[in-house]
């Protein structure tokens, strides 16, 4: 779609919802996070995680997604009121923008619905259309911005050695106790047993389906939605999945790739997206990202988009955060490489860059403003090879404009904070302690910011 489609789609929603009440949005029914090892689920991912009731969803699985909060949610939608959760859109809403919520709501997936979702507002059975789960905390990595809920190789660190010294500490085993404790696969769970007696009917209706983690490559549930696809094709089906492309063993590639290729050359799905998280170049990205061999990610990208000719792509999600900056040029420059070798009739390669915004001492806000005509000049490169003449070899327009919207935000909200500063070192400097790293040796273009965050 393109992004005047988008745009269109969404003014033409704005008045579709303007039918119901000022405040309408179909992501409340149609989109659904679903956190299975801590129970907690969103709409879309604007709103704060709540809780799903476990000895409800015995009975009714779908209250994995209809759960009390959200259907309170919609009541308050259909009066015109506006739930507190989604206070993202309407700030955007009242400074004139449009938001989320018509864009949401404009696409395909939430508006095909719109008639039904009318005459039947308030059903606790629901079935939305867009789908995210993740099934298990299990991950060999321990990225520098997550923490136990999403990492075990994370909460492994922290039973060993301890909160982070920074103020307030940070990722303190004991924050993760008790509701907040992600349920280990080896333990019975609740959620994903309703997930499994939800999931013939919840299919059915699916036009895209993702799957985040921790690793989906070390997690069984990975396998078996794959050999459900694999026995039960659905041709308008958009499987995503977000991997960190190094798994901890050569057995689990193997079974993985050959499953997506048997998924994609079979004609399974309409398309299947594969996610690869990667934030920064080769031993900067290995710093931010904890566990990663930045040339095995990159061998293994390049046998998927190999040995999987067709109905894939791959996109970079690249989280942006301070450390991203001195290391972007060239990861850039592997993406416009890539996308000469392996677009020829679509584009197979693509790239986001959201701004990382927690924890607070790794924004981009941070750096000093001499940081920013390092961005300036990602843009220009960005734009000397643009224009769509060239094909499919250059950077989107669309790609451009995220890039200068993160600066444009970076201006607005530049933090000389000095507890920030002083979070940042005390955090890395921990990070080198416990993890054998030299920042400095990874970073030593950053040794001013580095010092000035020392004697903050
Ligand atoms: S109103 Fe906005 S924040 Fe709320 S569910 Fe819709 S898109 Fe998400």
Redesign the pocket.
Known sequence: MSTSDYKSDALKAKDKLQEVSPTM?L??WN?TSLHLPTGLTN??Y??PLHEIDADQVKSNPAALHNTAEKLDQRSKMLKGER?G??S??WKLEDTGEM???HY??GEPWAMQDFEQIRKNPMSTSWTPRYVEVNFNNACNFKCSYCSPQFSTTWAKEVDRYGEYPTTPPHNAPEHFQGRRRPIPNREENPYVTAFWKWWPTLYKNLKHFRMTGGEPMMDVNTYKVFQYIIDNPKDDLHLNVTSNMCPPDKKLKEKYFNMAQEICMQEKVEHMMQFVSVDAFGKRAEYIRDGLDFTYMMDNVEEFLDRIPGRNSITFICTYNNLSITSMDKLLEKILELRTKYSKTYQRVWFDVPLLRQPAWQQITMLPESYQSIHEDNIKYMQANSGESNGLHIFKDFEIQKMQRNLAYWRENADASTQNKKNFYAFFNEHDRRRLTRFLNTFPEMEEFWKECMNA
């Open positions: 949005c992501a409340k989109q709409s879309c604007h709103p739930p959760g989604c993202y859109c938001s989320d919520r949401r709501s």
